[in-house]
C-alpha cells in the first residue's frame, strides 16, 4: 500500500479541513497515513513568520475561507475559533505520545472538532481532559505524560525532522519524497503517493 | 453573463498559473473576466510581509510547486524565473493603461510567457519591448505613456481599490462581492460567480 505522512500541529487552522477528512479520502485512494505531530509554531519563529494575527484582513479572509471550503466538504465549521491556542505546546505534547501509542489520529479530531465545532480551545480545559476521556483514556494520567522530559524530548525530535524535510507550514505532506502544502493540496499528495509525477 | 474580477500584479509568481489558463476556463464555465492590474507590492510593504526571497525553503517549495500545478495543467514552465522583478512598477504601469486600451490581457500574457518559459524579466528589456510588439503596439510610445503621471494615478487609484476592497494578495478574484485568494480558488470563484454560496 502506498504511504502518505501528514505532518501537522494542532493549531493550524486549516489542518482542521485535513484532519476531518484525511482518512476517508485516503482510504478512498488506498494510500495509507502516518500522523506526525510537531512545532509549527518553533519553525515559523525561526523563520521570522509573522502570525496571521497581525494581519487582520488576512486573518477575517482565512476564516472565511476556511467556513467555505468546509461548507464545500460537508464539514460542520463554526469560526473563528480561540486563536492563537494558549496551550499549543500541550496540545501537541498530547499528539506526540498518542503517536507511540496509537491514538493520534483519535486524539486529534476529537480535539479539533471541539475546537471547530464548539469553540473550545485544544490543549486547555475541558476540551483537552473531554477528548482523552471520549477516546477512553484517563486525562490526568495521559497529560502528566505528556509534561514528561521524555515526551519533550520526542517532540522536539520530531520538530527537528521537520526542520530536516524543509517543512515550513502546517499540514504538509509528504508523499515519495515529494512536499506538498495546505490542505488544498492533499488530492495532489495522494495522487503522488500512488505514482510520483 | 456573470462576472469575475481578477485582481493580479505582473511579478506575481502563481499568477502565472492564472495568467495562462483564466480566459479559458472562464469562457467554459460562462463567466466574463475582467482584468485589474494593481500593485501588490505596495499592500505587502504596507502590511509588513516579509517577502519569499528571505525564506529559502519556503521559495524552493513555491517553484516546485509552480512547476507541478502547471504540469498539471499542461502550461509549459521553466523555473526559477528572474524574482523579484527590477521593474514591477513599470510592468504594471503598462498593464494599467492597457486596462484603458483594451489589449490589458493580451500585453500580460505576453510578458508572462516570455518571463516564464524564456526566463526574461517581465518589465525590462527584452520581455518589455518584444511584448508590446507582439500584441502590434509601439513600445517607445508606449512605455513613454506607461510612465507619465496620468498613468501613476491611475495606478495608485486602482491600488487604493484593492486596498479598500481588503486584498491583501496575488491572484485574487471577486466574485458577486465574494474574494478568493490564489490560483487554486479559481475554480471555486467561478462557481460562486455562477451561483452564489
Partial sequence: M????FWFSIGSTYSYLTVMRIEKVARDAGVDVEWRPFSVRKIMQEMNNIPFTEKPTKMAYMWRDIERRAAGYGV?????????????????RVAVLGREEGWCAAYVQATYRRWFQWGQAAGSSPNLEDSLQE???????VIARA????????YGAATDKAR???IFGAPTFIANGEMFWGDD???DALAWAKAPG
Fill in 185 to 187: 493540496r492533499l488530492e
Fill in 76 to 92: 460542520p465549521c463554526q469560526v473563528p475559533v480561540p486563536y492563537p491556542l494558549a496551550q499549543f505546546d500541550l496540545a501537541n
Fill in 147 to 154: 509534561e514528561s522530559e521524555e515526551t519533550g524530548r520526542a
Fill in 164 to 166: 530536516q524535510l524543509d
Fill in 2 to 5: 502506498s504511504g502518505l505522512h
Fill in 135 to 141: 477516546i477512553g483514556l484517563d486525562p490526568v494520567e
